[in-house]
């Protein structure tokens, strides 16, 4: 079985201690990392805050040039990418409407060239005979990267890059579950980047709160769930690092009375079912109209019958397996409460037996707010559909959560859509869409979906912090 690095200081570390990673499809270990130590931690740190006066001093043109290279680094070596992440998350390499493996290595590299290019100029806000004032932004220093298991190697990309592009240095702690891939990037990356300026540190939880506490972190940038990203907060405000947090979601889709029933039933069983729920945007919960409820639910259970279920190696597998046993048994304690209170399931409803973590895909009718399916983030392949009788009160029960990451609204009336979507209450609304990110576009969550946000421009001044100058003319 191959080891895979860890890298601090643009050297491979011996810790002494492995992990053995496991393949979800199968259950079984395919390949190991080294685990850290907590002076590993120190290590990291302290060569990512040595690196940070030169990278700070290199010139815009210099770090995008760099991670241009980066980009194409991840593209010479796509197919061994894919590979890994298909054989450590279990999604497939292509999947239910292409989004797999090949989409995370397409967006990985898409990021990656957009937000090299994204300017970070000096703003004037007066020049006149009194005075000038620019607001510059200055990179904050360290900044630490905790990345969940579910989109290991693209959350890495949409952390780091922005990260050094505004001139900071980068300690990154990927997922014990799904750490080979980023660190085999990391080990790629040491050819383009200068010693220190991108480390990666494995271990488990007791990591992540490590580099949260760690005096000489100043920010975290930290995908994952909302109960981690407390703790992280708690642990940063010793220091007040400087925080952006993507925590958990349970978006909500509306369907808005008259849609195309046969029209959208595929695109809304692709939007909750690409990588087996597993995405932080993906829908999960569904509103939809008395008249139309019965034809949405027998649509979408016909389409959970007929997605291939499979290992993710196989070219025809639409849906890989959970990424990780624990997640697995959240999916079927759900599923067995949906089932045991009221809840109609149309498809699926179970594990399936033999190997590997798979869950077949599940359609729940008859349940709303209030049961734990509809009130609890899923993340995984198993969807209520909720039946509404008028669109204030679907309105009013996709309102009725503590997240507010995304939400979509269905419907052949634009205009009334874009009205009911802004009063969702999520960081992005989507129209006949839920969950497609860009990288020009600012994502990011409201309530207790998160702090902050990712992408373009917006994204890119959260790893900067503001310093204005004001020269006096006379
Ligand atoms: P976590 O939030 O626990 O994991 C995310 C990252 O945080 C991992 O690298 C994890 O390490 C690390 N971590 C764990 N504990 C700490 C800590 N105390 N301080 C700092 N870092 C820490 O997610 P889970 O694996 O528990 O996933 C559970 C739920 O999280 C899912 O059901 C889903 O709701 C949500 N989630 C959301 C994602 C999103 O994209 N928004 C992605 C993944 C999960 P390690 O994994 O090594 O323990």
Not at 298 to 313: C, F, I, N, S, Y
Not at 418 to 439: F, S
Request: contains cysteine; proline residues 6%.
């Amino acid at each position: 079985m191959k080891t895979y690095p860890m890298t601090i200081d643009g050297k491979s570390v011996d810790t002494g201690r492995t992990l053995e990673i496991i393949n979800p499809a199968l259950g079984q270990p395919f390949a190991a990392v080294p685990v850290a130590r907590p002076q590993d931690v120190d290590a990291a740190v302290a060569a990512a805050r040595k690196a940070f006066p030169a990278w700070r001093a290199t010139s815009a043109a210099e770090r995008q040039a760099m991670l241009h290279a980066l980009g194409a680094a991840l593209e010479a070596n796509m197919p061994e990418l894919m590979d890994l992440i298909t054989r450590e998350t279990g999604k497939p390499l292509q999947g239910l409407n292409n989004v797999g493996a090949g989409m995370e290595l397409g967006g990985s590299i898409a990021w990656t060239h957009v937000t090299a290019d994204l300017p970070l100029e000096p703003e004037v806000i007066q020049d006149n005979e009194q005075a000038r004032v620019e607001v510059h932004r200055k990179p904050l220093g360290v900044v630490a990267s905790i990345t969940p298991w579910n989109w290991p190697l693209m959350i890495a990309i949409w952390h780091i890059i922005p990260a050094l592009r505004a001139g900071n240095t980068v300690v990154l702690k990927p997922s014990e579950y799904t750490p080979v891939a980023t660190a085999r990037f990391v080990e790629l990356a040491q050819a383009v980047l200068p010693p220190g300026v991108l480390n990666v540190v494995i271990g488990g939880g007791d990591i992540g709160a490590a580099l949260s506490q760690h005096p000489d972190i100043n920010k975290i940038v930290f995908t994952g769930s909302t109960r981690t990203g407390k703790r992280i907060m708690e642990n940063a405000a010793a220091s007040l690092k400087r925080l952006t947090l993507e925590l958990g979601g349970n978006d909500a889709g509306i369907v808005l009375p008259g849609a195309d029933v046969q029209a959208i039933a595929p695109k809304l069983f692709g939007v909750a079912f690409h990588n087996n729920g597993q995405t932080c945007a993906c829908l999960k919960r569904l509103y939809v109209h008395d008249s139309q409820y019965d034809a949405v639910c027998t649509e979408l259970a016909r389409l959970a019958k007929e997605v291939r279920v499979g290992d993710g190696l196989d070219p025809a597998t639409e849906l890989g397996p959970l990424q990780n046993r624990a997640q697995l048994d959240v999916v079927s304690t759900l599923a067995a409460d949906a089932a045991a209170n009221g809840g109609t399931i149309l498809s699926g409803g179970k594990a399936r037996a033999g190997q590997g973590y798979f869950f077949e895909p599940t359609i729940v009718a008859g349940l709303s707010n209030g049961a734990r399916l509809v009130d609890e983030e899923q993340f995984g392949p198993i969807l209520p559909v909720i039946r509404y009788s008028d669109v204030e009160q679907a309105i009013a029960l996709a309102n009725d959560n503590p997240n507010g990451l995304g939400g979509s609204v269905w419907s052949s009336d634009l205009a009334l859509a874009a009205e009911v979507g802004k009063r969702l209450e999520c960081g992005t609304v989507w129209i006949n869409e839920h969950g497609a990110v860009q990288p020009d576009a600012p994502f990011g969550g409201v309530k207790q979906s998160g702090i902050g946000v990712e992408f373009g421009h917006h994204g890119l001044a959260e790893f900067t912090s503001i310093q204005t100058v004001k020269i006096m003319k006379n």
